[in-house]
């Protein structure tokens, strides 16, 4: 339960800076985050920030533009997932909270 904890600290924390330095706003994070455990979909997103339709679709299309994330399916089935330095942040903080690997059948 740590190392979940810390992952999605380190993650959060690294995608803000990502979205600053690309100079998105702030609550985009939200969406790269979603897209990082799985997949964003803009009305999640939508809902989620509590933004208007056109504001969701401006940040994702931002997003994508920037190679953050990128569509998959075709209109209502239309999903999001990471690209890019997006992809890459993920898995350094997967790798920074990763502990060593632990034999299960080792004797104590």
């Known amino acids: 339960m740590k190392r979940r904890y810390e992952w999605t600290v380190r993650l959060w924390n690294d995608l803000a ?3 600053d330095d690309q100079g998105l706003p702030d609550r985009v994070v939200s969406a790269l985050y979603a897209a990082a455990v799985g997949e964003v ?3 999640t997103y939508q809902q989620d920030e509590g933004l208007s ?3 969701a679709i401006r940040d994702i299309q931002a997003l994508t533009r920037a190679g953050l994330l990128k569509p998959r399916g075709n209109a209502t089935t239309r999903v999001y997932v990471l690209a890019g330095t997006a992809t890459e942040i993920t898995q350094a903080a997967s ?3 990763r502990g060593p ?5 080792a004797t104590p």
Do not use: E, K, M, N
């Open 17 to 19: 800076r990502l979205a």
């Open 41 to 43: 979909r803009r009305t």
């Open 53 to 55: 339709r056109d504001q």
């Open 95 to 97: 790798a920074a909270v």
């Open 101 to 105: 690997g632990r034999d299960p059948y």
